[in-house]
């Protein structure tokens, strides 16, 4: 018998009935994340049908796309961007008091992005499988646990059932040799993965991350790359569990009560050495160099120390950008910086970008905003005065949320502005109508805002 994968063994350990030819698998899910843009009309399924949340204990639920990053005006109300937004933060409140959700509200200090606060406070486990309606659920996979976007049809499943179809994905390894150099960091690793991928290159497929500087990554870095898997349309991405996982679950409170027992069973969950993978892909870590998008999907990337390559981006995406073929990318003029989101809005990430604008300023012709993923990241960075190195360089600091990750709250550009952006999508008007995102890590972003133009960071003297 051949070994098996991290992702094999994760999928046996929560499959109820095999796959068939005729139906797919059915799926135990340990834990479901909810949020307020894509869990109404489940519910509303749920009210229509007399359905029942099937596991309260195993669903959670929190507040980030729609939330204001700006305080309470002075009538106390918070500023919602439309009448929508506020509308569905209501209605999770709703939905979730009625079914004994616990919801991490506005007024909660745990409350942040779907994705942070899973981790954060210790709910993520190792293989376990974990869905949410939303794409980046692939975060996940950095604690080896099978996570994954769902629908809002399977949302519904999931909070009626707890189980989910599923169909199996195919496996590929995307494999590091060597280490990462100075002033690389693991968004810089996923944004050279889906460069090498493509857009669609990983789809049908679970990528398991695997190589020295893999395991040399933090939880946060390690929740960045998984993150990124989506966008070259895998499934989900996935590390094997190790002590640098056990560590960071050890003391948060959804931690197992036995955490030495779960952590013999987790440490089983690593690809056997004889394992075979559908497909495989080997990267040298050494070589990466800070990378920025210069079109309008995130593979669309390249070294910022290099040009626009060659018939990689069609002329209808680089005219959007305003750049063309063999541009060198550190011309790229800057408007605007975002620091944030699921993707790079963790305290490594808020450490990395203060840690350049220590003792300089942000260009004067460029707007940076800084919105930490969660409240706990708020406070921690408060705690190291992160917060006050960032408004003296003459940035903003903002309340937790996705805010200009996906401009659903208000926070956007204008028109025809360029963003360097840490989050994980370029898209046309994704930022706000006409905007032109550039996606880089927390370290570029920082050093983009001060030159004006995008930014190797190691030409600041920036060290990951
Ligand atoms: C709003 C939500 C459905 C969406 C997703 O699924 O990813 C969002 O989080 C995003 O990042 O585009
Ligand atoms: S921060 Fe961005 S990518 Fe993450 S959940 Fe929010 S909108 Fe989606």
Not at 33 to 62: C, I, N, Y
Not at 264 to 287: G, I, M, N, Q
């Amino acid at each position: 018998m051949t070994g098996k994968t991290l992702f094999e063994k994760v999928w046996e350990r929560n499959t109820v009935t095999e796959e068939a030819p005729d139906r797919p698998a059915i799926l135990h899910v340990g834990l479901h994340l909810v949020h307020e843009v894509t869990s109404p009309q489940a519910f509303t399924v749920l009210k229509e049908r007399g359905l029942k949340v099937r596991r309260p204990d195993l669903t959670l639920a929190t507040i980030d796309h729609s939330v204001p990053t700006l305080p309470p005006g002075p009538d106390g109300e918070l500023p919602y961007a439309t009448e929508a937004a506020k509308h569905q933060v209501e209605t999770l409140r709703q939905n979730c008091r009625e079914h004994g959700i616990e919801l991490l509200d506005l007024d909660d200090p745990r409350r942040g992005i779907v994705h942070m606060v899973g981790p954060e406070l210790g709910r993520t486990h190792p293989g376990r499988v974990v869905v949410c309606g939303d794409s980046h659920t692939s975060t996940h996979g950095a604690f080896g646990a099978l996570a994954f976007g769902i629908g809002t049809t399977e949302v519904g499943h999931v909070l009626a059932t707890q189980c989910l179809f599923q169909r199996k994905p195919k496996t590929y390894r995307v494999h590091f040799e060597g280490q990462l150099t100075d002033g690389v960091t693991a968004k810089d690793m996923a944004l050279a993965v889906i460069a090498r991928l493509g857009m669609d290159g990983g789809t049908g497929y679970v990528l398991e991350y695997t190589g020295e500087a893999v395991e040399a990554l933090s939880m946060e870095g390690r929740m960045t790359l998984c993150n990124l898997s989506i966008e070259a349309g895998a499934r989900a991405g996935m590390v094997a569990p190790d002590e640098t996982t056990f560590a960071y679950l050890k003391g948060r409170p959804g931690a197992p009560d036995d955490l030495d027992a779960a952590v013999r069973s987790w440490s089983e969950l690593r690809s056997d050495p004889d394992a075979t993978y559908d497909a495989s892909v080997t990267l040298d870590a050494s070589a990466i160099t800070p990378m920025g998008t210069y079109g309008v999907s995130p593979h669309e990337a390249a070294g910022l120390g290099g040009s626009v390559p060659e018939g990689t981006a069609s002329d209808v995406a680089l005219g959007y950008m305003g750049v063309h073929e063999g541009q060198e990318l550190s011309s790229i003029k800057v408007d605007r910086v975002f620091v944030g989101s699921c993707t790079n809005g963790r305290i490594e990430d808020l450490r990395l970008a203060a840690s350049i604008l220590r003792g300089r300023r942000v260009d004067e012709k460029v707007r940076m905003l800084v919105v930490p993923g969660s409240e706990a990241v708020k406070r921690e960075a408060e705690t190291e005065g992160l917060d006050a190195v960032f408004r003296e360089a003459g940035a903003e600091w903002r309340e937790p949320g996705c805010s200009m990750c996906i401009a659903m709250n208000g926070d956007r550009g204008e028109p025809g502005e360029l963003v360097v952006s840490t989050s994980n999508r370029n898209f046309r008007g994704r930022q706000g109508e006409g905007v032109r995102t550039v996606l880089a890590s927390p370290a570029t972003a920082a050093a983009s805002a001060v030159t004006g133009h995008l930014t190797d960071p190691r030409t600041l003297g920036a060290e990951a």
